[in-house]
């Protein structure tokens, strides 16, 4: 782990890095579809990120906004990934409920309206 001040690291291996997103190859896609910013600007994969940078992330449905406070070269664990970054991040949006499907036990197979509608609250729920 390297945290030298005035050194800098490439956006898409920090950003997995810090475990932001789970691959090397998903970090690169995402600064080439310009879903990476850092400091207001879109960057390619090879920008230098220093410590106090600001970077928006874009991925999985949700935008994350973190300020670098450490610099790391490698993956890094869960814990240590926590310290180089300050989260500023919304909360992401409350997951909705998906309606589940009961019978009762020994009700036997069900009809062809009870699978039916068994079917109409599945494709609710998607």
């Not at 450490?70 to 240590?80: D, E, I, M, N, Y």
């Not at 990934?81 to 020994?106: K, L, Q």
């Not at 068994?118 to 729920?125: A, F, K, S, V, Y």
Request: aromatic share 4%.
């Amino acid at each position: 782990m390297a945290s030298d001040e005035g050194t800098t690291t490439r956006i898409d291996s920090w950003i997995w890095s810090v475990r932001l997103i789970k691959t090397r190859s998903q970090a690169t896609a995402a600064c080439r579809a310009g879903h990476v910013r850092v400091n207001g600007e879109r960057v390619k994969p090879a920008h230098g990120v220093r410590g106090g940078d600001e970077v928006r992330l874009r991925y999985a449905g949700r935008e994350r906004i973190v300020v670098v406070s450490k610099l790391v070269r490698k993956r890094v664990g869960a814990s240590v990934a926590a310290e180089c970054f300050i989260d500023n991040s919304p909360p992401p949006p409350p997951r909705e409920e998906v309606p589940v499907a009961t019978r009762e036990r020994g009700a036997g197979r069900p009809t062809k309206r009870d699978r039916r509608e068994i079917e109409q609250l599945m494709l609710r729920g998607k």
